[in-house]
């Protein structure tokens, strides 16, 4: 019987002469491997700065990204100059800013800087860090409602800052400076612009009590568990696990499980590709941690083409995963190759 072997990438060993094949497609007859090894690489491509986004020197500080179509969405975390930038990833070029918008006839900025970005029914939803989501028509950008009244406190309609985010279903699930609060899509609209309630809000446990302001960020994977990066400035670091079927109404839910991830690093960013999980550490180094083996594999600083000073946000979309790196005001685009080695007796 014929078999067409496709490799992506990496090498795959035939019979006893152990034949070397890299990013094409052979038919072979060779007889079935007795086993099959995958392995990944990394190689740096394209790399986002100030200059690329028309930015002065000190004008431009990136913080979490968002794909959405062929636009990536760019939070200006940059004191002075508080933006979200669209770039087009087929031209390879600035498109657009979001910085001023008008609501009432007046003229509105953002109060402080976004920490995240997520797109569901047709709404960008923009989290800040100034106690607010700001929510805009995804097509046109024009704005939309206010979750939160960018004033920080417990009151219903309140958020206590937000510094992580991620959409499942009708929840919006954000981390404030002391847990977990849900607010349903549902109740989003223009008429209750900083009114709306919020509905549900997470127990305290397992969360430092003030989280500072070190950066957290959320991954949702295909099983709508969210996964949440907590940096732990007083020693509680960790990979949360959300499940989304624990959330209800009411204060004080328990929404985590126990597969929460201890760690021995402080998490800055995290962000899900297949059976991985890549997280950014407060060292400058990236983590590669394999969920089905439940164990790290692999640290690294540097892929061919770029060495990383200060990662932070992440992001993977199709097989590239994007680093924020506020160390050298980049945004680099790493390309990710899934390796076949097949062995043979």
């Known amino acids: 019987m014929k078999i067409i072997y496709i490799l992506l990438a990496g090498l795959c060993l035939l019979s006893c002469e152990k034949k070397k094949i890299e990013g094409v497609i052979r038919e072979v007859e060779p007889e079935q491997p007795s086993s099959i090894h995958y392995y990944y690489s990394y190689k740096a491509g394209e790399v986002i700065n100030a200059e690329k986004l028309g930015y002065a020197s000190g004008e431009f500080m990136p913080g979490c990204t968002y794909i959405y179509g062929d636009t990536l969405f760019i939070a200006n975390t940059q004191s002075g100059h508080f933006s979200v930038e669209l770039y087009s990833l087929s031209a390879h070029q600035k498109i657009g800013s979001l910085n001023t918008w008008t609501y009432n006839g007046t003229t509105q900025t953002f109060n402080n800087y976004v920490e995240a970005i997520s797109v569901a029914n047709e709404r960008l939803y923009l989290a800040n860090i100034g106690s607010c989501i700001d ?26 800052h937000t510094h992580a985010m991620a959409i499942v279903d009708d929840y919006i699930i954000v981390r404030m400076k002391n847990g977990l609060q849900v607010t349903l899509q549902s109740d989003v609209s223009a008429e209750k612009y900083q009114n709306i309630n919020y509905y549900s809000r997470g127990s305290l446990d397992g969360f430092d009590v003030n989280n500072g302001f070190y950066p957290h960020q959320m ?15 007083y020693g509680n670091r960790k990979i949360h696990a959300i499940d989304t079927t624990l959330i209800q109404k009411g204060s004080n839910i328990t929404m985590t499980t126990s597969q929460m991830l201890p760690l021995e690093f402080n998490p800055r960013g995290i962000a ?23 164990k790290f594999f692999l640290t690294f600083k540097s892929v061919p083409g770029y060495t990383f000073k200060g990662g932070q946000k992440l992001l993977v979309h199709n097989n590239r995963l994007w680093v924020t790196d506020v160390s050298t005001r980049e945004i680099v685009g790493v390309d990710i190759f899934r390796n076949v080695i097949e062995e043979y007796d």
């Open 272 to 294: 899900l590709y297949k059976n991985l999980m890549y997280i950014s550490a407060s060292d400058g180094s990236i983590r590669c941690y394999d969920r089905e083996k439940k």
């Open 219 to 233: 991954a949702v994977d295909t099983t709508g568990l969210v996964f949440l990066a907590d940096y732990g400035q």
């Open 135 to 160: 929510v805009f028509d995804i097509h046109t950008l024009k704005f939309i409602t206010r979750i939160g009244n960018r004033n920080w406190g417990h009151g219903n309609t309140q958020l206590f």
